[in-house]
């Protein structure tokens, strides 16, 4: 990559070598992705294979907008470095989150199950609690 | 701004660009690259902000699958669509802002800002129409839902996540074309030349970073 170099008078502009064609390509590719993730959308898929590929493909979008209207490719390595580091840490996040959700105990989710109903013949059938003897 | 007034045309027929700072004397490779880390750094705050709303997408998700499958279905797949257009049309043309203020046509690039500025406008134009239609129905978070065609329990909770994430975007498209008039303006002053044009720079950044947000959740709410 052109770098100035650490030490020394720099070129104060390293105009980036990218035809305006590149971007009209870039956005081509960016409606294609859109129509695609809306065509698998309909597609007959289980809920969660139309997450994964929702996500795969909004991914594809991320790397392309990054990479060429953010011009992350080519730029110095520490925007990399920022921009990597913090996906990696959504997903942490994310993981550790929905790794929790996904294996509580149903009863630690009851309000959102509705508990079973009590069998009220069960409740009539018990006997009546024998009257505590009077205290002394 | 006094500052501008006082400031010279360069030999070319561009404004003077402001001061380096005496550190970066001699070095304005590095003065580029900090203007440009520095963005990068504050932008990484911003994806940690959304995270945290996408975290809640995931966990309410997983509460109410039936829920939110029921209520994503009563979304404009049609608006949801035409935004995300508008959003990565608004993106393209920020981007060839940037790439004519770094070649020094800022007339074009003030064209271009203007268009972006415009397709923002347009974006929160559908967005309000799609809010109005949610008031109406009464698809709205917590004690204020009153939707009957959502019929799942945790109905409410969607429209929680719906509007605050939806909300804080279009919060941040407001910002964004804030700072995309700032530039435009700057560049039919004619500022930027391929000495000196971060700002634009930053404010596309800026701008891309509200379409990538918008990349993932035209998908999580409108399509899954």
Known sequence: MAHPPAHGP???????????????????????????????????????????????????????????????????????????????????LLFFVLADVATRFPLTNSHIRPLPQIDQKILETQEPHAPEPPAR | MSATAARQMTAEGYLAPPPTPHHYEGNPGAHEHALRFGMWLFLATEILLFAGLFVGYATFRTFFPEAFDQAARHLSLFLGTLNTLLLLTSSLTVALAHHNAEHGKNHNAFWLLLASIAMGGGFLVIKAIEYAEKFREGALPGRFFHFSEITAPGGPMFYVVYFFTTGLHATHVIVGMSLLAWVAVRCWRKEFSAGYYAPVENAGLYWHLVDLVWIFLYPLLYLV
Do not use: D, Q
């Open chain 1, 10 to 92: 720099a070129p104060a502009h390293r105009p980036h070598p990218i035809s305006a064609f590149r971007y009209l390509w870039v956005w081509v590719a960016l409606v294609a992705l859109t129509a695609t993730t809306f065509g698998v959308s309909k597609l007959p898929m289980s809920g969660s294979m139309h997450l994964g590929a929702a996500v795969f493909i909004a991914c594809v979008k991320v790397f392309l907008v990054a990479s060429f209207f953010m011009h992350l490719w080519g730029s110095e390595g520490t925007n990399k470095l920022v921009f990597g580091v913090s996906f990696v840490f959504v997903a942490t």
